[in-house]
Every structure is written in C-alpha cells, then in structure tokens.
C-alpha cells in the first residue's frame, strides 16, 4: 500500500521560505505513469492545487504561485520537496502532498497533511 | 485559466436523499474531471474520475456524469457517512479545484 508522510517546519517566519518534504514508501517515485503533486488548504477554505512533477523531472506550476515555488525529486531517498519563497500569513495551510495516475486519472493517494504556519 | 464554479457552495439533505451537485468548467475541458470528499481533519479522498469512472472501492450510491463545461456528481441514496465537503478539479495541465460543497444534515 503507497503511504505518503509530509514532513517540515511547522512554524515558518513571514519573508522567509518554507520548506517540506513528502517520503513515499510502498512504491517507487520514478516509477512511470504518476506525477507527484502539492496542495494547501487554508483553514476552513478550499483546496489550491500547487504544483506537481513528474517522474522525468518536469514540473507544472499554479501560476499565481509559479514566481516563489520550487518542487524538486531526489530518487535515491524516494520523496520530492516543496520550497515556498517570500511567505506571509496567506500563506498559512495545511499542505498535502500526493500522487496522481496518469494524464486522466485523479489524485488517488494524499498524505495526512501538514500545518504549516506563517507567523513572526 | 480555466475556472470551475461549484453549486451550491450549502446543501442540506436528509439520510436517503438524492443529492446532486453540479461544477462548471469556464471552458471546455473534455472529460478531464475528477470529484473528492473531505471530512474534517482528513485529507480528500477520490470519488469520481475521467468525469465519469468510480474509484475502486467507492460505493456504487456516487456517480458522476457530463463533459466539456457542465458536470454532476449524484449521491443516490444519503447515507450518514457521506456529510462532508466534495470538490471537483480539472484534470488538465493546471488541474484547480473548485469552490467545494458542504453536505450538512437537515
């Protein structure tokens, strides 16, 4: 069973870049056919969807954040990473990482999901 | 960017209801529509994919149907374990969310 665990700093000071880490265990990262995604949910709002890579390495941007996010893969330790640059308070979340199937398939894996809070 | 608008944003149902939400696409986005439902304090869990195709395991109640701009996810018969809040997303290139539905009990 895939199992997705975010980790990070909770607590992120505003101007500063936040940081978090999603392990995935129970299958491979560079396994084909998934991209490898992040979302926010602001507390008591809806989902925005982030950003995702893909095993190749490409990446897709939400272009209201493109300017200050950065998700990136390191295979040998199978997990991929979210860095968020210039936060401020709007960007207090619970984030999820997750994986997606294939180009029409939906997002069928989520990890628990982490707070992160934006406060000086 | 394509937009998705969700109604309505409140519904109040009765266990044994049929229940139907509705998500609008600003554009035409094929079938490339997928639909979760989020307790509170848990991550979302996916229904409905490819606008139509039920995720293993989900029960049969959940189906979802349209393409290009109007889509719908129906609930069959309320069951006390289906109050929650559902989403909709687009599942191109830029896959968004909509604005939710809460399913709250009459």
């Known amino acids: 069973q895939l199992q997705l665990q975010e980790s990070g700093s909770g607590l992120v000071k505003p101007s500063q870049t936040l940081s978090l880490t999603c392990a995935v265990s129970?299958?491979?990262?560079?396994?084909?056919?998934?991209?490898w995604s992040w979302i926010r949910q602001p507390p008591g709002k809806g989902l925005e969807w982030i950003g995702y890579?893909?095993?190749?390495?490409?990446?897709y941007y939400n272009p209201s954040l493109k300017s200050r996010v950065t998700i990136s893969v390191d295979r040998s330790k199978n997990q991929f990473s979210l860095k968020l640059s210039s936060v401020t308070a709007a960007d207090t979340a619970v984030y999820y990482c997750?994986?997606?199937?294939?180009?029409?398939?939906?997002?069928?894996?989520w990890g628990q999901g982490t707070l992160v809070t934006v406060s000086s | 960017d394509i937009q998705l608008t969700q109604s309505p944003s409140f519904l109040s149902a009765s266990v044994g209801d049929r229940v139907t939400i509705t998500c609008r696409a600003s554009?035409?986005?094929?079938?490339?529509l997928a639909w979760y439902q989020q307790k509170p304090g848990k991550a979302p869990k996916l229904l409905i994919y490819?606008?139509?195709t039920l995720q293993s395991g989900v029960p049969s109640r959940f189906s979802g149907s349209g393409s290009g701009t109007e889509f719908t996810l129906t609930i069959s018969s309320l069951q006390p374990e289906d109050f929650a809040t559902y989403y909709c997303?687009?599942?191109?290139?830029?896959?968004?969310f909509g604005g939710g539905t809460k399913v709250e009990i009459k």
């Open positions: 490819a606008a139509s």
């Open positions: 554009q035409g986005i094929s079938s490339y």
């Open positions: 129970g299958g491979s990262i560079s396994s084909g056919g998934y991209s």
């Open positions: 997303q687009q599942l191109n290139s830029y896959p968004r």
């Open positions: 997750a994986r997606r199937t294939g180009t029409t398939g939906g997002i069928d894996y």
């Open positions: 890579i893909y095993h190749s390495g490409s990446t």
